[in-house]
């Protein structure tokens, strides 16, 4: 009887696994549509925003990079419910669509100079398809993985969430560093821009076989089960009341996370391109380096995870908010147009950002029941993201470019304790059994 019971653990444990590598190359897939935008500012900007000066036209393509992200919340509204009402599943898949298919518009589109502000419509809707596809993304995604991880190598397991961020940004990183060894900067402004956004239009049809052989997690079929036969002896709950009898958790969500993603989208999304346009780096050498800084954060990630299974999830954030706010100013100091200042700044960032990013999703889940666990975390992850995540290269390279970088690494240093602060004033929550929750 022991030996079956151990077998049929085991076998539960492998299916979760394979789910949970399915679920995380979905998120590499996901990520990489969203996040190319951003990586290939330089190349097409004048593209769209031609009469506006170098500066000008990637302010304007950084601000339209900012809208999208705008929309990640209405995302999360939509695809949270979904997820909560009728499975994580069917969540997922959708928000793959949209997000696949904002991508191979972009690639597709005609540039202003054929078509006028046509185009610049057309980028626009295009970025918001991305925002309000990948709001979904993580609506669905966190809630499956933490569901279905083993609780006391949650942090462990959920840790590639982080990773799988930092793979689909790496796979957009070294397309760009391929494609500007291959084609002249001429060539790059002109078309081979649009390749890595058509890539990713079709291999977003990949994650969607991914996504659709996936199983529903227990956690949430148990809970509809329960729902469904408690439906005619019970009230219809009301969506708002109970998003509000968990507002503490979900505004402990939007701290820890205003925190991380300032430091995310400043040096891992924008990092190459802030080197480029405000240090004047070689754009080669830039996608280089900042490549081998998200290898070293890929190391450094699992580590973390498991760290946070051992001594709490507080304890990552604790890590990475006093640290990153003691090393502001010497990184920013250290960054420069060559490539070992470039390495140190960018590495020195990764490593202790991954602190934060190894145990923030399975931190989150972990704050919140079933019923509202796709929403709670969603929301305000989404709200968190869309205001200080999105807005945080534009406002970079703005202060950069009128030489009051200086203000903008007191905000970042200030979001970082800020995130800290939250994360200590949290229930620690490591090890929770989120079957029976």
Known sequence: MLGETTEKKTRAESKSRGAMVRTVLGIVLEYYDF????IFTPFFSKQFFGGA?????????????????????AGSVFFGWLADKRGRKTAMVIAMTVTATGSLAIGVSPTSSSIGVAAVVILIVARIMQGFGYGGENAAAYSYSAEIAPSKRRGLWMSFNGMALILGIMAATAIGTVLTTAFTAEQMESWAWRIPFI????????????????????????????????ADHAPKPSQFKDLWEHRGGMLRVLLMTAGI????????????ANAIVSYGADKQTAFTVALVSQAIYIVATPFWGRFSDRFGRRANFLVYGITTAVLAFPVVWIMGSEWWQMLI???????????????????????????VRSRGVAIPYGLGIAVF??????????????????VFTVYALLMSLGAAVAAWRSPETAGRNLHDA
Do not use: C
């Open 345 to 371: 700044a960018m590495s020195v960032s990764l490593v202790l950002l991954s602190a934060a990013t190894a145990a923030n999703t399975a931190f989150y889940a972990e704050l919140f029941p079933t019923s």
């Open 199 to 230: 890539l990713g239009g079709f291999t977003g049809l990949f994650g969607l076989y991914l996504r659709r052989s996936l199983h529903e997690s227990e956690a949430f079929t148990d809970h509809a089960e329960k729902s469904a036969r408690n």
């Open 261 to 272: 993603t300032v430091t995310f989208y400043s040096w891992v999304v924008n990092g190459a």
């Open 53 to 73: 000066g170098s500066i000008g036209a990637t302010l304007s393509v950084l601000t339209v990079f900012a809208v999208g992200f705008l929309f990640r919340p």
């Open 35 to 38: 996040a190319v935008f951003g």
């Open 389 to 406: 995540g999105g807005t945080a290269p534009l406002l970079d390279t703005w202060l950069h470019s009128i030489g009051l970088q200086q």
